[in-house]
């Protein structure tokens, strides 16, 4: 059985585009995208979960909480998972708040980041995990978010031609979501159940390649 690690924020989680703070829900296991991969890969692979609302890509958040650090904690999920075949990330989102003051290239490199931590964690005599990397469609401004993310926006238009470039220098599989899905108008960040659906059959397409 293959295993795949989808490392990744609210949208990994499958939290529900939210009309304000306290309209917090998550789709069912089968609606949101790494389900639904796994549902189209087969009883072959296995798919492990680690979406946390809020994560960043190694930056901690003096708002939400220092576990929000996506750096902090993708070695020990790494060793926990053992022997991994792929890893997905799926961070850069959360980056874009304005608390967080940093660039499109600046999180691109974030990103580059938690590749080498994925690259230098111990295999024990197994064979390193593919990489396959996520650029997030770009985001809105809008709803009760849209000053949490004043200027990301702008910021994420970018953000995928940066990545690009990382992920291409590190020669690391990159799929840009926005070829296939956009985010929801209420709350500018989060997914519906369609384009839940849409994003996994696409990322499944993405790692049946990566795993040939």
């Given at each position: 059985?293959?295993?795949?690690?989808?490392?990744?924020?609210?949208?990994?989680?499958?939290?529900?585009?939210?009309?304000?703070?306290?309209?917090?829900?998550?789709?069912?296991?089968?609606?949101?995208?790494?389900?639904?991969?796994?549902?189209?890969?087969?009883?072959?692979?296995?798919?492990?979960?680690?979406?946390?609302?809020?994560?960043?890509?190694?930056?901690?958040?003096?708002?939400?909480?220092?576990?929000?650090?996506?750096?902090?904690?993708?070695?020990?999920?790494?060793?926990?998972?053992?022997?991994?075949?792929?890893?997905?990330?799926?961070?850069?989102?959360?980056?874009l708040k304005a608390r967080h003051g940093?660039?499109?290239?600046?999180?691109?490199?974030?990103?580059?980041?938690?590749?080498?931590?994925?690259?230098?964690?111990?295999?024990?005599?197994?064979?390193?995990?593919?990489?396959?990397?996520?650029?997030?469609?770009?985001?809105?401004?809008?709803?009760?978010?849209?000053?949490?993310?004043?200027?990301?926006?702008?910021?994420?238009?970018?953000?995928?031609?940066?990545?690009?470039?990382?992920?291409?220098?590190?020669?690391?599989?990159?799929?840009?979501?926005?070829?296939?899905?956009?985010?929801?108008?209420?709350?500018?960040?989060?997914?519906?159940?369609?384009?839940?659906?849409?994003?996994g059959h696409a990322i499944a397409l993405?790692?049946?390649?990566?795993?040939?």
């Amino acid at each position: 059985m293959k295993k795949i690690l989808c490392y990744g924020d609210s949208n990994t989680h499958g939290t529900k585009p939210m009309r304000d703070q306290n309209d917090v829900a998550r789709f069912a296991s089968l609606e949101r995208w790494p389900g639904i991969v796994g549902s189209e890969l087969g009883a072959e692979y296995q798919i492990i979960e680690e979406g946390l609302p809020g994560r960043t890509t190694v930056h901690n958040d003096a708002i939400e909480g220092d576990h929000k650090n996506g750096k902090t904690y993708l070695l020990p999920c790494l060793e926990s998972h053992w022997p991994l075949d792929a890893v997905v990330i799926a961070l850069g989102v959360n980056d874009l708040k304005a608390r967080h003051g940093v660039s499109a290239s600046d999180i691109a490199a974030g990103v580059g980041v938690l590749v080498d931590v994925v690259r230098s964690a111990p295999c024990f005599g197994h064979t390193p995990p593919k990489i396959l990397v996520l650029a997030a469609p770009t985001i809105l401004e809008t709803g009760w978010l849209g000053k949490m993310f004043a200027g990301g926006a702008e910021k994420s238009k970018a953000l995928s031609a940066e990545l690009s470039a990382v992920m291409h220098a590190k020669s690391v599989a990159f799929f840009d979501l926005s070829t296939v899905a956009h985010v929801s108008p209420i709350d500018g960040i989060h997914f519906d159940a369609t384009n839940h659906r849409t994003m996994g059959h696409a990322i499944a397409l993405q790692l049946k390649a990566l795993l040939a």
